[in-house]
């Protein structure tokens, strides 16, 4: 048999041992297939914000926080409770029904890769913190918030309660004083560390 | 370990460019033995004298598919880290039909230009060269070529969303197709006397 038809008939073998191999996406461990998993992402579904997070730490709601940068990044920084995994160690997440898990990362896409990665292990209640920890640090650690009105003045208390409970200076102010000088992660992190709250 | 190995972190960005060079390596070679650098067995191919392009390209797409299928159900492969290129309809046909053109008239692609430049070939540089003036024309005329650029975008599509099918029984009708397409090839190949051997154009007699 020339080497030909012998390549010929190994892949029609694979090809129809694949199509009597079962229905199904392809090879999902578990979870949902691809549509459902970007029909999830793209509506938001799947992220949680910075200050709800903060909220389930404080009232001590069951979350389990994954932090997936550079283990040197995260000695440096990390969020409360946070653990530090790389992708790799993401199989050893162990389901568990009581809480979600909320990855992190800083903004390099990492997060989204977990997120991916845990649903596709079969993780059903799996969230990416919104801005990572840019995102926390804006909003939980250096919060700005307008008080001219009651409402906003009950809002800011609730925010910067919040907010100082994690060590953050809260700022009346309006928002948009972010735009004209957004807060540099670092020098957040930083001033805070030198307070002693991590 | 499941792959890809990079998307799971267990190599770096630096251990990624070193396996892309012995892929890159590899893929040259292969190419090389399969007479890819020849110009007049790949315009040959355009007569349906010589069909070696299209039974090296489909022979790796069927490889690739059963490959990727079969990894992911022994759970070495995780599919949705995979990367599927997005369709544009209307820039996508438009660029195929260029690139068609340019490989008629040249008797060389992309990939095969530099394989034909690494076995000395002077007009495999003639290619590389059109080739780098293009994207450099391309990108100078960018401004004006963006709405084609991104016009008609459908997204990610694979075939077993477009044709309606279960994953399983699309890797087996592609493979099917492939074989089938061999098949006719071999026959059209010899009603128009054989595929194109070694000829003048090959430096050091035979590839």
New interface residues.
Partial sequence: MSP?RA??GA??T???L????????????GGDG?VE?TAALASGAALVQPLELARMIRERRPVRLVDVRDSSEFIRFSLPTARNA???EMGALQPDESGPIVVYDDGSGSAV?AW??LR?LGHEDVRVLRGGVLGWVEDVLSPILPASTAEERSRFDSVAGLSRYFGGLPKIGDPAMREAAPVRAEAAITLISRRGCY | MRAPLYEWGFFGDGASLLVALAVGVAFGWFLERGGMGNARKLAAQFYFRDLTVFKVLFTAVVTAMLGVFWLTRLGLLEPSLLYVPPTWVVPQLLGGLVFGVGFVMGGLCPGTSCVAISSGRRDGLAVLGGMLFGILLFGEAFPVLEGLYSATPVGTLTLPEVLRLPYEATVLLVTAMAVAGFVLAERLERGRGGPVGPGPDTPQGGT
């Fill in positions: 030909g390549l010929a892949g029609l694979l090809a129809t694949a199509a009597l191999s079962g229905t199904g996406p392809a090879g999902a461990p691809p998993l790389s992708l790799r890769r991916l990665l596709r």
